[in-house]
Structure formats: structure tokens, C-alpha cells
């Protein structure tokens, strides 16, 4: 809807400047005005004035159609792969989405007796010390709570998304 409206404004300011253009220079001793003239002399001058009425307007339309992005945001989608010791724990910080890969084990942190890591993949909730499936989409809601994983066979290859915190056993 902008867009029409910003293409009939441009249309209206076209028609304006042209009707302007030929009444202050159409005078009685020339009344005939070629098209090759009209190129020479005006072209240029009605392109830079529509150019300078619609600038604002473009800038505006080009701000609302625009999508915001940052750094952040653009790699927001993508696992990363993480290559975990024994005793490591992955700690979440903020919402946070953990794959356990194969040829490894891990285990639920929760400091809560009936609140945990949701197993999306199944529909169930592992509580602490739970051993984690294989393969399964899991989901640690928020971050900061105490929730996360630790690593229990000797290294293990996780896919995370989200933001977390890795404490090594010490």
C-alpha cells in the first residue's frame, strides 16, 4: 500500500514539474517545441528535481521493506559442533537446543527435582542424572538456572544451538 502511494506521489511530482517546465519556457514567438529540444535542455533538469523530491520518500520506503540483521541474528540458526572431555559440562545461558551425537554419553545437570531438559523428539522430560538418547532434539528452556549436561564417557560430540557456557571438571 506505501508503494502505490509512493509511486503516485512520484507520478504527481512528474506531471508538476513537466507542466512547469513547459509553461515557463513555451513563449508566443516559439509555440512549437521539439522532442530532441526538450532532451537537451530539460531532460537533465527534471530528472535531478524528481531525483531530490523522492529521495526522502525512497529512504523511508527502503526502511520499512528492509528486514533488520545483525551478526547475531544470521548465524542464529546454525548448530555448532562441539567435541566434549569427560566431566565437561555444557551449561545453558539462555534457551538452548543440545543434539547428543553418536559414540557418546551425557547426562542431565538440574539443581530441580521435577524440572529438567525436555526430549523433543518424544515428548518426555529427563531429570538429573538421566542419561541422554542418542540423536534426540533436546530443549533447556532458559538459561542461568543451573540446567545443562556433563559429559560422561571419555569425549562426546554434541550439536548445540543457543547460548551456553562449557565448564571442564576440575
Request: with cysteine; net charge negative.
Amino acid at each position: 500500500m506505501k508503494k502505490t502511494r509512493v509511486i503516485a506521489v512520484a507520478a504527481a511530482l512528474v506531471v508538476a514539474l513537466a507542466a512547469a517546465v513547459f509553461a515557463a519556457y513555451d513563449s508566443s514567438e516559439d509555440p512549437f517545441v521539439t522532442l530532441s529540444y526538450l532532451n537537451k535542455q530539460f531532460t537533465q533538469k527534471v530528472q535531478t528535481l524528481i531525483d531530490e523530491a523522492i529521495a526522502p520518500i525512497k529512504a523511508k520506503v527502503d526502511a520499512y521493506s528492509a528486514p533488520a540483521q545483525t551478526a547475531a541474528d544470521a548465524d542464529s540458526t546454525a548448530y555448532e559442533v562441539l567435541e566434549l572431555k569427560k566431566g565437561a559440562r555444557l551449561m545453558a545461558h539462555g534457551s538452548c537446543e543440545v543434539i547428543l551425537r553418536q559414540g557418546g554419553t551425557a547426562a542431565v545437570v538440574s539443581p530441580f527435582a521435577e524440572q529438567g531438559i525436555g526430549d523433543l523428539s518424544d515428548g518426555s522430560e529427563l531429570l538429573d542424572g538421566a542419561a541422554l538418547p542418542i540423536n534426540h532434539l533436546l530443549l533447556i528452556p532458559r538459561g542461568g538456572d543451573g540446567r545443562g549436561i556433563v559429559i560422561t564417557s571419555d569425549k562426546a560430540y554434541v550439536m548445540v544451538r543457543g547460548k551456553y557456557a562449557i565448564e571442564n571438571a576440575g
